[in-house]
C-alpha cells in the first residue's frame, strides 16, 4: 500500500503540474490562455474537474497525505509567494506582536467568530510532519502545529448551505485600478474537515515565521502549496464564488490555475 499511495500521489502532482503548469509558467509563449474566450484555456479549465474527481475516486475522503519523521526535516521550510507583507494594516500588527490581530469566521455560520491567537492556540492542537509541494517544482518537509480547521468550524456551527471555505489574507498580491487585490483562496468543506487541515501558527517547533505567513496560515496536505494561504485575517462559509474576483475560487485560480490544486 506505501508503495501506491506514492506512485499514485507522484501521478497527481505531475498531472496536476503538467496541467496547470502548462498555462501558468509564465512563458510569453501562453499569454493567449489569459483570454477567457480561448478554445485551449477553456478545454484546460474543463480538465480541472475531471481531475478533483479522478483524486477524490483514488484518495478518498479521509485518506491522509504522507507523514515523515524528524529525521527527514533537513531544512528550514523554504518560503513561498509573498514573504514580506507591505501592507500598513499588516505591519502593524506584526509591530504589536498580532495582539490585535483576530481571524473572524464569517458567511454561512450560525455563531460567527472572531478569534485572537491565544484562543486558536488554547484550542486542541495537532502536530503533522509533512511534505510541502510549490506548482513551480519544489517541494520541502516541515513540522506544523495548528487547530484543526474542523473544530473552528464546529465552534461556528456551518449551515447546511455552506459549500466552501473561502481564507482572506492580510497580503496585497496586486494593485490595480479598482485598488488594492488581497490574496484569497479556497477548498471544499470536505478538505475544510479533513484531520490534516489545519489553521497553523508553529512551523518546525518555533512561532510561524513573517516569511511563512505569521500570524496564522492554512494547512491542507494534500493540495498543492498555493492552496494554502499565508497572512490569514479571516475565513468566510459560502455557497459559491460568483460573487468574488473573477468566480474562480481564488486569486490565482482567477488567473488560470486548477481550483482543487491536488496532489
Known sequence: MPKFQLARRRFLTAASLGLS??????????????????GVR????????????????????DSLAQEYSEADIRQPQRPNGVTAPDDETYKALLANDFADWRLEV?????????LT?????????????????????WSCIAKWTGVPLALVLDAAVVKPTARYVVFHCLDTIENS????VKY????????????????????????????????????VERQLGYKMPKYLKGI????????????KGGYWED??????GGI
Open 21 to 38: 503548469g502548462l498555462a501558468l509558467s509564465g512563458c510569453d509563449a501562453f499569454d493567449f490562455l489569459q483570454d477567457r474566450d480561448n
Open 42 to 61: 477553456n478545454f484546460l479549465e474543463g480538465t480541472n474537474d475531471l481531475t478533483y474527481r479522478a483524486q477524490r475516486l483514488l484518495a478518498g475522503r
Open 106 to 114: 464569517t458567511g454561512l455560520v450560525e455563531r460567527p467568530l472572531s
Open 117 to 137: 491567537r491565544q484562543q486558536l492556540m488554547n484550542m486542541p492542537a495537532r502536530t503533522q510532519i509533512t511534505r510541502h509541494d510549490c506548482v513551480e517544482g
Open 177 to 180: 485600478l479598482s485598488g488594492e
Open 184 to 219: 484569497y483562496g479556497s477548498i471544499d468543506l470536505i478538505d475544510a474537515r479533513h484531520p490534516q487541515t489545519i489553521l497553523a501558527y508553529a512551523v518546525n517547533g518555533k512561532p510561524l515565521p513573517v516569511e511563512n505567513g505569521a500570524p496564522l496560515r492554512a494547512r
Open 236 to 247: 468566510e462559509l459560502v455557497d459559491s464564488f460568483a460573487a468574488m474576483g473573477l468566480g
Open 255 to 260: 488567473r488560470g490555475y486548477d481550483w482543487y
